[in-house]
């Protein structure tokens, strides 16, 4: 069974940095395309960041966190990273890992309605002082 467990929020302060962790099992990790998505309070999901670019996809940034945030995969460890610098309260969400056998499409695909197989459980990501 395909299991992602996403890990890492908790409380920063504005400007601060967080690095989120997911570790997936149960799939080929490269053989996939892997994304963070967030939920604000009474907002629609967002895809955060999406990568594809391991099988010749593209790797995709929101607006909103482009420059400030990047996404890494270790292959070794069957985990996703979401390392987020210069955190801002408007970041304040619940964040999911998702992955989608269908890595040959791009990034921006997979974050903006193109939809992902399989999600995780989120981890709460506070910015407040």
């Known amino acids: 069974d395909v299991q992602l467990q996403a890990s890492g929020g908790g409380l920063v302060h504005p400007g601060g940095s967080l690095r989120l962790s997911c570790a997936a099992s149960g799939f080929t990790f490269d053989d996939y395309a892997i994304g963070w998505f967030r939920q604000a309070p009474g907002k629609e999901r967002e895809g955060v960041s999406c990568d594809s670019s391991i099988n010749g996809g593209s790797t995709y940034y929101a607006d909103s966190v482009k420059g400030r945030f990047t996404i890494s995969r270790d292959s070794a460890e069957n985990t996703v990273y979401l390392q987020m610098n210069g955190l801002k309260p408007e970041d304040t969400a619940v964040y999911y890992c998702?992955?989608?056998?269908?890595?040959?499409?791009?990034?921006?695909?997979?974050?903006?309605?193109?939809?992902?197989?399989?999600w995780g459980k989120g981890t709460q990501v506070t910015v407040s002082s």
């Open positions: 998702a992955t989608d056998k269908r890595s040959y499409y791009s990034g921006s695909f997979h974050c903006i309605g193109g939809g992902m197989d399989y």
